[in-house]
């Protein structure tokens, strides 16, 4: 889920040299002072936004003083962080998904998600399982779709552990899809068709009562 954000395209490496730049440009290293702030106000930036100081806390990171940036470049960009300065991801319009060293350990934590969405995720393993003859063929899964409306049904604050959350059900599944295949025929390996019926007694009910590889303090 983490995501890496480049942002060289904004800036210019004018460093020492004498060329044209764009409209309004001005170096990093100016970004405080009082011409520059007057310029991204006329601009209609509210540099007291979220969505703002987010914005400058990754282009002093990933830049220098010596590089050069300008007022729409910062609007483009600020466009990508909801109003409280959270990145937006790109595929699904939705913040709270960044994973970044600062929210890495308190994403793996285990909570309540809604019981429909366990019923797809278990529905959806299911049919790839016997799609694919319990191969993981990342090209044909839908199961981001799965966790896209998982991540819609829950709080911004919640949304990555959430997805941490669902992947361990995810396993779960998994694991009993695997067992049972076995079960039905100790020969079947991964790739050769599924043992007919073999998943036929296994409910979503019954695989998280048997596998207790989730600690459930939600």
Same mark, same amino acid.
């Given at each position: 889920?983490?995501?890496? =954000? ?15 730049? %764009? ?34 806390? !990754?282009?002093?990171? +990933? ?15 600020? #466009?990508?962080? &909801?109003?409280?300065?959270?990145? =937006?991801?790109? $595929? ?5 998904? %960044?994973?970044? @060293? ?10 309540? =998600? ?5 019923? !797809?995720?278990? !529905? *959806?393993?299911?049919?790839?399982? %016997?799609?694919?003859?319990? =191969? +993981?063929?990342?090209? $044909? $899964? #839908? ?6 409306? *998982? ?8 949304? *990555? ?7 361990? /059900? ?14 039905? &025929?100790?020969?079947? !390996? ?8 073999? *998943?036929?007694?296994? $409910?979503? @009910?019954?695989?998280?009562?048997? /596998? ?7």
């Amino acid at each position: 889920m983490a995501r890496i =954000i480049d942002y060289s395209f904004l800036f210019q490496g004018l460093a020492g040299r004498s060329r044209t730049n %764009l409209i309004g440009s001005f170096r990093l290293s100016q970004l405080n002072s009082r011409s520059v702030q007057t310029q991204l106000k006329a601009a209609g930036i509210d540099t007291s936004s979220n969505q703002y100081k987010a914005v400058m806390k !990754e282009m002093m990171k +990933h830049g220098n003083g010596a590089m050069f940036t300008n007022p729409q470049a910062i609007k483009n960009l600020m #466009k990508n962080y &909801d109003k409280d300065g959270d990145y =937006i991801c790109p $595929t699904n319009g939705l913040a709270g998904l %960044l994973l970044t @060293e600062e929210n890495a350990s308190s994403r793996k934590r285990i909570i309540s =998600i809604p019981e429909s969405s366990k019923d !797809e995720m278990f !529905e *959806l393993t299911k049919r790839e399982f %016997l799609r694919e003859n319990g =191969i +993981h063929n990342g090209d $044909t $899964t #839908k199961r981001s779709d799965v966790y896209t409306n *998982l991540y819609r049904k829950m709080p911004k604050k919640d949304r *990555l552990a959430a997805g941490y959350t669902m992947e361990q /059900y995810e396993r779960q599944y998994n694991r009993a899809f695997y067992d049972a295949a076995k079960k039905a &025929d100790p020969n079947w !390996e991964i790739g050769r068709p599924i043992p007919p019926g073999a *998943l036929d007694g296994l $409910t979503r @009910e019954s695989v998280e009562s048997a /596998y207790k590889s989730i600690n459930m303090k939600a």
